[in-house]
């Protein structure tokens, strides 16, 4: 524990496998002061995430106080990678953005304090945020960290301005604007009927949608993860929570009384982004997926006061179709002052990138087909 101000500020580094035990409600609170919190900062998403991923013994829970109102927080787990003991974030390769979490009007002075509470704790040399979005907190506690530092790109999402589907009709090129006026107009025909998913039956929704999600991708690759019981129970307990809390919303597709489509939405602070979808393979064959899939997203962020539709991860072709504009991910990592294994890990780590980046540059093809395992989906027509 450190004190600073005559204890107005005060920070800890929390080590036991309980260590989120009891943090609900100042997460919570924190969560809702930060205006570009994603879903996979919520408590819900990273308490359940360690429950079924963490590696006991490994949990490091830094947290910032002001005047006993927590503001800011640092979840991570400690791994060895390339030589070097590394603080990773919660959520891994589940997690489309990662971050630290710090409430907008402390944004300078906490990340100040966050960063020295985490020099504090010993036995680590770097810290790996490989997926930070574009200016919130993870870019404030690298301006203000006193190692070496190394930044460069990482994964590309795609966003669209939350409007109402007509609004974005209308931007369409003309071939576009008409190839989706007849696909809505077909699905309008169609009369899906539309439900949206109450906390109460959040399980079995769940489960119906990785059963749709299996379906959709038999023999055509499907992310061998989404097939585990790990993520069975991460995705259940966490949706249970955040359909409560407004975080997530899951809406389910019928056909004459069948459930035919199922599609899971995270909500954060700023954006809506489309996290997982199952589709029965018979509906395509009825109207287009992925028209029906927006014309209920975007509407759903411009409700809710979102400014942004997130297609999270992935540069995947049927994206192009909205006229989306591109936000690429940050990959930061933190050294320790003055360490050997942080200088290495950086070094190694940026010279990875580099040699990955020339091979999508030679095979394109690579990055879609990495897109498609992580997430198991790519175009959903």
Not at 24 to 46: G, I, K
Not at 160 to 183: C, D, G, S, W, Y
Not at 303 to 316: I, K, Q
């Amino acid at each position: 524990m450190i004190a600073v101000g005559e204890d107005l500020w005060t920070a800890e580094t929390r080590r036991g496998d309980d260590a989120l035990a009891g943090l609900h409600d100042d997460w919570e609170d924190l969560y809702a002061r930060s205006s570009t919190a994603t879903p996979f900062q919520a408590y819900t998403w990273l308490e359940s995430w360690w429950r079924s991923y963490g590696t006991p013994g490994t949990l490091r829970l830094t947290l910032v106080r002001h005047r006993g109102r927590l503001v800011a927080a640092a979840p991570f787990m400690l791994s060895r990678r390339l030589g070097a003991a590394v603080l990773t974030p919660l959520g891994g390769a589940l997690a489309d953005f990662t971050d630290v979490l710090v409430a907008d009007d402390t944004v300078r002075p906490a990340t100040r304090i966050l960063a020295r509470a985490l020099l504090l704790d010993p036995g680590w040399d770097a810290v790996d945020l490989p997926e930070s979005r574009p200016g919130p907190a993870g870019a404030a506690l690298w301006r203000t960290w006193s190692g070496r530092t190394w930044r460069m790109p990482a994964s590309l999402c795609f966003e669209v301005p939350a409007m109402e589907m007509e609004h974005l009709v209308r931007a369409l090129p003309a071939k576009t604007r008409k190839t989706v006026r007849r696909r809505l107009n077909q699905l309008a025909r169609t009369e899906v009927d539309v439900r949206e998913v109450t906390p109460g039956r959040a399980a079995p929704a769940v489960a119906e949608l990785l059963r749709l999600h299996e379906l959709q991708w038999r023999g055509r690759g499907i992310n061998e993860h989404h097939l585990s019981p790990q993520f069975a129970a991460h995705l259940t307990r966490s949706v249970t929570g955040m359909l409560a809390r407004g975080q997530a919303a899951l809406y389910e597709y019928r056909l004459d009384g069948r459930l035919m489509c199922s599609s899971l939405m995270l909500i954060g602070r700023d954006l809506v982004g489309g996290y997982l979808y199952g589709a029965d393979p018979e509906l395509r064959d009825r109207v287009d997926v992925s028209t029906m899939l927006m014309n209920d997203t975007l509407p759903l962020a411009h409700r809710l006061g979102r400014p942004t539709m997130s297609m999270l991860r992935g540069d995947e072709p049927y994206k192009l179709r909205w006229q989306p504009r591109p936000a690429c991910n940050e990959r930061m990592v933190l050294g320790r002052p003055r360490s050997v294994r942080a200088m290495a890990y950086g070094l190694r780590v940026r010279s990875v990138r580099a040699v990955v980046q020339a091979a999508k540059e030679h095979a394109p093809w690579l990055r879609t087909v990495r897109d498609r395992l992580r997430r198991g989906g790519s175009d959903p027509r």
